[in-house]
C-alpha cells in the first residue's frame, strides 16, 4: 500500500468513525492524514507484531481531538483489527474520542489537553539520550495549541539539551476552535520563533507525500539541535464543502452531507 492509498483509507474511516459515534473535529483529522500516512507508512521505525519494542520510534499526538485518525492508521498499519474502529466514541469503548492509550497497541500516551505533547516528548527524547539510545521521537501539535506557555518551556529544553532525537510537526492548517489562528492569537513569524529558540525548521506542504518524505525522513536526522516541521496543510482537506472551514472543527458529517463527503474522498465524486 503506498502512503497516499493508507492517507486515503485513514479519511475514509475517520468519516465513517466520527459520523457513527456522533463526535467532532473531522476537519482537523483530514488536515494531518497525509503526515499519519507518511509517518507510519515509511518514516517510524515501528512493529505492529510487537507495539513495545524497546527500540521504537515513539509517536506522540499532541492535539488529541483528531484521535481518530491515529487509531485509523495503526489499525490499517495491523497495529489492531479494522473491525474495532466501528467501536469509536460508543458508551464503554477503548476508542475514546481524544486519543487513548489504554489497551490500544501502538499509543504511547493519551493526550487531549492541549500543550502537554511537546512537554512529554522532550521527556523522552531526553531519557533516549541519556540512556544511549538511537530511537526517534516524533510529537504531532496544532498550530493553535502553540498558544500555550508549556509548549515554549519544552522548545527551550529541547534546545537547552541538544536533542537532536526530536522532532516537533506543527499541523498548520490555521484555523482553531472558533475562527483563525491570525485571529485569535498571531503565531508570525512563526518560524523565526523557533529558529530564535534554537531548533532546526523545515517547512513543507503536509499534503505533498513526497516532500513529506525528504522532511520527516533524512532532513529531520541532521546534527544535535531538535527539529521542526512546520507543516502548511488545509483543514477538511480531501473534502470540497470542509476544507479551509471553521465549522468542521466541531461539525460531524450527517446524512447527505457524509454521502457527499464519502464521494469525494473515495473519487467518485
Request: hydrophobic share 40%.
Amino acid at each position: 500500500m503506498t502512503t497516499r492509498d493508507l492517507a486515503r483509507r485513514v479519511r475514509l474511516h475517520a468519516l465513517d468513525m466520527t459520523s457513527r459515534g456522533g463526535s467532532s473535529h473531522i476537519g482537523s483529522i483530514l488536515s494531518i492524514a497525509d503526515i499519519l500516512a507518511m509517518l507510519y507508512g515509511e518514516v517510524l521505525a515501528v512493529d505492529p507484531a510487537n507495539p513495545r519494542w524497546p527500540e521504537r520510534d515513539r509517536f506522540i499526538l499532541s492535539k488529541g481531538h483528531a484521535g481518530a485518525g491515529v487509531y485509523a492508521t495503526l489499525a490499517e498499519c495491523g497495529f489492531f483489527p479494522t473491525e474495532r474502529l466501528k467501536d469509536h466514541y460508543q458508551d464503554g469503548s477503548d476508542l475514546s474520542g481524544h486519543v487513548s492509550h489504554k489497551g490500544i497497541p501502538g499509543v504511547e500516551v493519551s493526550t487531549g489537553s492541549l500543550g502537554h505533547g511537546l512537554s512529554i516528548a522532550a521527556g523522552m527524547a531526553y531519557a533516549g539520550m541519556l540512556a544511549g539510545k538511537s530511537h526517534r521521537v516524533v510529537c504531532l501539535l496544532s498550530d493553535g495549541e502553540c498558544d500555550e506557555g508549556s509548549n515554549w518551556e519544552a522548545i527551550l529544553f529541547a534546545a537547552h539539551h541538544k536533542l537532536g532525537n526530536l522532532t516537533a510537526i506543527i499541523d498548520y492548517n490555521k484555523i482553531q476552535s472558533l475562527t483563525t489562528v491570525a485571529d485569535t492569537i498571531a503565531l508570525e513569524p512563526f518560524a523565526d520563533k523557533w529558529r530564535a529558540f534554537g531548533w532546526r525548521v523545515l517547512e513543507t506542504d503536509g499534503h505533498d507525500h513526497d516532500r513529506l518524505r525528504t522532511a520527516l525522513g533524512d532532513e529531520a536526522r541532521v546534527g544535535e539541535a531538535p527539529t521542526c516541521v512546520i507543516a502548511h496543510t488545509t483543514k477538511g482537506k480531501g473534502v470540497s464543502f470542509m476544507e479551509s472551514s471553521v465549522l468542521w472543527h466541531y461539525r460531524t458529517a450527517k446524512g447527505e452531507e457524509f454521502e457527499a463527503a464519502k464521494r469525494e474522498l473515495q473519487g467518485d465524486a
